[in-house]
């Protein structure tokens, strides 16, 4: 049977780009303006998706002010060891690059129509408190509608968006991608894509846990993800093709506030650069703790602990209040309904637990952002070593920039039937069971394995019954999901992601058999020094998982020179 | 229910329709308005209520988030 018969729609292009977010946009706009076919892949609309659907208040990082690329480079690998302990995380030349393209990329974003300037004209810089410095060297920014701006720099040019639509799996022929399959979530529509170059944009993984809030049947994070975008699709998707993934033992560890809701009250003031107080309910003030001193203070008695804002002048609160504007304007309205004064609220810090990927994490890279398999890139959250937005422009710029030289000299895609079919199974299957298991009962099962046997303190023995569970889980229900309709196939792949993503992270943290920062491991107290500076890497090859531990990359000599 | 349409105000604009990011509103055919769903799905992520040009859409928050 050829290709167009079994799918509704066949697409070939020059580059395919998997999310239409923060980084996936800007990707498509250049690539687009270097002459080349650009097919965007989208769950939602462009206009509002991602993990800024809902506007952002700060951008980038910038070398300034006296304060040279080597110098961020300190500060990033001390903040990356105040949350994972001693070593280094990630390649350093990949954030070297980052702050050499900084500028570059504030101008492009700029060509490309986002308002990166106030009303005035002029640039807003403000103090970094994040990293213990207080050089003016992040951009304050009125970007409520960044993402409509964003998806209208896309619209203008050429490029093909299919909306409310989902990637099934990548394909592959001889160790290179050649494209992907997708379906559409609202018609049920199976589309394959073939392109030369197949740059994934989809974000962050979180899924695997709990939502914040006491509603576990629902979707709910911390303030700055769309469910749809922490589902972990990239990830799975170049996982199972066989790409390599870097630091799945490294999950992010923060404080999630009570009464944090969506927003970011009593997380602002650190992009502010202004400090709030963390109190004891008995009042004392405490400093910001990592993991294991969280628990200390819980264990003593003194939970439930706190943050306010209170001590704060009022042109300070003006300009939070600016932020929640930029940044989240529903929080405005969670104030309103539960009546409480943000000036003078008692944030509730809640326990900890690994929640999310956020600080290392993701699709290995290399400087030019290619992944371990020939033409596929990794751009933004995807990506091992880096999150933020900033990050997510310049690396989505980079590739946009540089992509056409790949296409240029890559061969027409040949894509392989059998591949094609099994992949439209998987995606169309839930249509066809009846009395199977619906999606977020499945999900929920996933989450309650992590929360259960992998939580923030580890052992052996209970990730060993994690991963035992998994497995049947994984036999038993993945093959009963059903979907009532498209839409709910969306969930169904997201399911079968999240379960992936799973397998390894527990894995890795099996391998992992020490603590360190905010990986604990009760059964390994003590850092093992043979670790230090050690990542983990894993990819599947012929069907079985791959784990690998190599060290991080060393700064390179030019990138070392203080002022290069 | 998290997402709320007020049919009175609704002009059956599309918007929310359009722009929600986990496609929690489907198309009645039938009404030619927008239909919460999926509401089992919603965040209040309160996308849908700023975007709305007639303010036709309320989000309620949960008792969990009390």
Redesign the interface.
Known sequence: MSIEKIADKVIETDVLIIGGGIAGCPTAVKAADHGLKVTLVE???P????SA??GIDHYGIFPREGVTKQELIRRWEAYQSLLNGEGRFGDPNLVYKYYDSAFWALEELESQGITMRWDDGEYYWMPHGRYGGADRIMLRVHWQNVKPEMAKAVRERDVDILE?TMVVDLLTNNGSVVGATAVN??TGEFIVIKAKATIVATGLFARCYNPE???F?????RYHW????VSGDGWGMAYRAGAELACMDITGWHFRARDD??ISYGNFNLNEGIAGKFLTWKGKEFGFPNAGRYAELEEKGNAPLYQTLQHLPDDYHKRMEVAYVDE???SF??AE??RFNPKTHYFELMPNKPHNFMTAAGISIDEDCKASLKGLYSVGDCSAGWHSCGHAVVTGLIVGENVDTYVNMADEPVVDEAQVESQKLTALAPLSVKDGTEP?ELECAIRYVCERYVGQFKSEGKLREGLRRLGSLRREFLPKLMAKNP?YL?RCLEVRNIMDLAEVYINACLERKETRGNHIRLDYPDRDPSRDSMLTYQRMEKGKPVLDIRPVPELKPENAKEGN | MPAKIDYKKCIGCQTCY??????VF?WDEETDMPKV??E??C?????C???CPKRAID?T??A???
Request: charged fraction near 30%; include cysteine; glycine fraction near 4%.
């Open positions: 769950k939602a609309k206009e509002r998706s991602g659907g809902q409310r979530t609202r809030t006491p509603l049947w629902k979707y709910k994070f769309c469910p749809a975008t809701l969506t989240r304007l529903v309205k969670v309904d539960r977020m839409h969306m | 359009d722009i929600c990011p986990i496609d489907t769903a999926y089992e799905e965040w209040h992520c309160g996308i209520w700023m975007e989000i928050f949960p969990s988030f009390w």
